[in-house]
């Protein structure tokens, strides 16, 4: 097509709706690339006197297809570039520039075919081209009269869009004020909830400083008692020692089986106030530990001695295996030795027959103490339950003590940065693991 007149745009804008409706473009985006194209047709008649306009339908390597019009002018662009007169032209289609070709200068401007349009076959370019070439271009009245009914569907739509929005608008309103209701209500909700919980708090505040005065008087209790009964506890024993001397009056069997009984019952009654006295020491928080570097051997040795005496029975043996070497943490000997001792005495006291074993392994960066017994093991329910205070298992031929010297063994092993573990059964014996770390809590 050429442009040279003004009666030329509105042929232009018509063959190009034409042509966009022959490739399969939208009504909207029919109107949006003539509208381009009768601004882009204008703007060059004015500035160099016309143009030819050409029209392509190409494939891109994405498979698309687009609807390319180029523009070539018939005289020089000023300084070789456009700029649309309207600023809104650029966004009607989807590029518009100036490219050269050969000699030219051509303003050229596209717009995609949706996929959903038939196939631009060579065949159907050739159709096209064929029933375009017969059409016959209408008159400038004509063309106003399509671009008038083109505004009036325009203005309709904006109208509808208009009232949708209203309708949007009042939807959002009440959706705001709604909103805004259940904000108020769940503020006061936790309001409410925040005054419940302050006050909780508070009560828990109370409750805990009732409970720790509680600990600390049963711990004051506990000490006080048990000083108090280690002075008469110790004379009985000192005089049943004297009772029992061999320059002391001889006494008869019966008599020296009853002093022997009233020797062994005040041993056990001075052992259950040194486990008191023991416990209420650490719960009071008064043991602090004595660090040092400690070689597992002779504390070993020690402990093979000194307990070997308890195992009266000839059908339990106590053994102590040798730790392997080097055998050295840094530890607290002494509270050490007492975890160790608690452990193997209580093994001994419920072990009928087979052994107690004390052994040590290193683990990663610690070691691992363990104490092993073949008793009659303790059922998985109650192995939380053997670490309360004055708790015993039921059921045991043997049970006797206070029940303080696993609670008392567990605590100090806490304060040594370790832990104390149990596995056990109900007829398969039980293993006490006590874990520590090599270089100290």
């Known amino acids: 097509m050429v442009l040279r007149v003004e009666q030329d745009i509105f042929v232009v804008r018509q063959r190009g709706r034409e042509v966009a409706a022959a490739v399969g473009l939208e009504h909207q985006d029919q109107v949006r690339m ?14 160099v ?4 306009v050409i029209f392509y339908a190409e494939p891109r390597p994405d498979g698309r297809w687009h609807l390319r019009v180029d523009l070539v002018p018939v005289g020089p662009l000023p300084d070789g570039r456009y700029v649309p007169q309207s600023g809104a ?13 050969g000699r030219d200068t051509v303003v050229r401007m596209s717009r995609r075919v949706p996929v959903t349009a038939q196939a631009l076959t060579p065949e159907r370019l050739a159709e096209l081209r064929t029933e375009l070439g017969r059409s016959v271009p209408g008159s400038a009245l004509d063309e106003l009269t399509a671009q008038n009914q083109q505004l009036i569907a325009a203005l309709d739509e904006v109208r509808s869009q208009r009232d949708e929005l209203a309708v949007l608008n009042t939807e959002l309103e009440e959706t705001n004020r709604g909103v805004m209701a259940l904000y108020n209500q769940l503020s006061e909700e936790l309001e409410e909830t925040n005054r419940g919980v302050v006050a909780l708090y508070a009560e828990l505040d109370e409750k805990s400083a009732q409970l720790r005065a509680a600990s600390e008087s049963k711990s004051r209790f506990l000490a006080n008692v048990s000083h108090e009964l280690r002075a008469p506890v110790t004379a009985i024993i000192g005089l049943g020692r004297l009772l029992a001397d061999s320059a002391s009056d001889p006494l008869t069997e019966e008599q020296a089986r009853q002093v022997g009984l009233i020797r062994s019952s005040a041993a056990d009654l001075l052992n259950l106030v040194n486990e008191l006295l023991d416990l209420a020491k650490a719960e009071s928080g008064r043991i602090e530990p004595t660090w040092a570097d400690v070689d597992l051997r002779p504390v070993f040795g020690q402990l093979r001695g000194t307990l070997r005496a308890l195992a009266t029975r000839p059908e339990v043996e106590l053994v102590v295996e040798e730790p392997p070497s080097p055998a050295v943490l840094r530890t607290d000997e002494v509270l050490l030795a007492q975890v160790l001792r608690n452990l193997l005495h209580n093994g001994l006291k419920f072990t009928e027959r087979g052994e107690v074993r004390l052994r040590a392994s290193r683990r990663d960066e610690g070691w691992e103490l363990t104490v092993t017994d073949t008793g009659p ?5 109650l192995h939380d339950r053997i670490f309360e205070e004055f708790y015993q298992v039921p059921g045991t031929t043997r049970a006797y003590g206070t029940g303080l010297g696993l609670p008392y063994a567990r605590r100090l092993v806490t304060l040594l940065g370790g832990t104390l573990h149990l596995d056990s059964e109900p007829g398969r014996g039980s293993t006490f693991t006590v874990a520590l770390p090599a270089s100290g809590a």
């Open 34 to 47: 003539a509208t381009a194209l009768s601004e882009v047709a204008r703007d060059l008649l004015r500035a």
């Open 49 to 52: 006197g016309g143009a030819d």
């Open 89 to 101: 032209v650029a966004r009607l289609v989807d590029s518009l520039g100036v490219v050269g070709l």
């Open 377 to 381: 093991g303790i059922a998985p329910d």
